[in-house]
C-alpha cells in the first residue's frame, strides 16, 4: 500500500509567512479543501524575513478567518518546511503560483523537498483575478494608509 492509498487521510501543510494572509491566500485554502481531507496552514518564523506583524498577531488572523472550517489548522512553525509537514502528519505540501517566477521558484522547492522527504507538492494557480494581489502589495497599501480590506479576509 502507497503512503497516499485510498484509506490514507490526505492531509496538506500550506506554508507561508502570510503577512498578511490575503484573498489569494484564502482562495488556495478553499480550493485546496476539494483535493484535501485537511489543511494544516503553516506560518513560517522566519529570522531572514522582516515582518511587518508578529507571527502571533497572523497566526491569529488566520485562525479567526477560518474558524467556521474545521478542516483548516493553523499553526506556527520555525523549522524545514518537511518536518513541519511531518509532524502534522500532512502527506503534501501545498502552494499558491501566481507567475512564472513564482512557479521556477515553487518547482525547484518541490523537486527538493521530494528528494528529501518524499512528500509531494501540489501547486495551485492563482484564479486570475486575484493573480496581482501579494501580501508585499498589500502591506505597502497599508503602510500608505490606504484601506486592505477587501485584499485581507476579515479586516474592517
Do not use: W
Amino acid at each position: 500500500m502507497t503512503q497516499n492509498s485510498h484509506n490514507t487521510k490526505r492531509v496538506a501543510l500550506y506554508p507561508g509567512t502570510f503577512d498578511p494572509f490575503t484573498t489569494g491566500h484564502l482562495s488556495i485554502v478553499e480550493r485546496g479543501l476539494a483535493l484535501f481531507d485537511e489543511i494544516v496552514i503553516a506560518v513560517g518564523i522566519n529570522d531572514s524575513k522582516k515582518c511587518y506583524k508578529p507571527t502571533a498577531e497572523r497566526v491569529e488572523h488566520i485562525r479567526q478567518v477560518m474558524k467556521d472550517e474545521p478542516r483548516v489548522r493553523v499553526i506556527a512553525y520555525d523549522c524545514l518546511t518537511v518536518d513541519a509537514a511531518r509532524q502534522e502528519g500532512a502527506n503534501f505540501i501545498l502552494r499558491g503560483v501566481r507567475t512564472v517566477a513564482d512557479y521556477e521558484y515553487e518547482r525547484n522547492l518541490a523537486y527538493a523537498n521530494r528528494n528529501i522527504s518524499g512528500i509531494e507538492t501540489v501547486l495551485l494557480y492563482t484564479l486570475p483575478e486575484l493573480s496581482y494581489i501579494s501580501s508585499t502589495m498589500v502591506r505597502d497599501l497599508e503602510r500608505h494608509g490606504y484601506d486592505v480590506s477587501q485584499y485581507v479576509p476579515g479586516e474592517k
